[in-house]
């Protein structure tokens, strides 16, 4: 990703399970119209970019319980 354009990520507030979360940056959807999304355990590994409608779809499945449970 560009310099200029740098993601700030964070975790959910619901993330307090010893660190086995995934990382989001949402300051880049309306510059580059994606979310970038990493692994919190290794910061400097892999970064997925998804496009920020399908992303939002996403998370509106999850929140509506769409995927089950594990």
């Known amino acids: ?3 200029d354009a740098s993601p700030r990520w964070f975790t ?4 307090s399970n010893g660190g086995t979360c995934v990382e ?7 510059s580059h119209g ?4 990493r692994d919190s355990k290794n910061p ?8 920020a409608d399908s992303f939002a779809s996403f998370v509106t499945c999850v929140r509506a319980e769409e995927f ?3």
């Open 44 to 51: 400097i590994g892999p970064q997925l970019a998804f496009i």
């Open 12 to 15: 959910s507030s619901y993330s």
């Open 1 to 3: 990703m560009a310099t």
């Open 34 to 37: 994606v979310v970038p999304v």
């Open 68 to 70: 089950g449970t594990a």
């Open 24 to 30: 989001v940056a949402v300051n880049l959807v309306a």
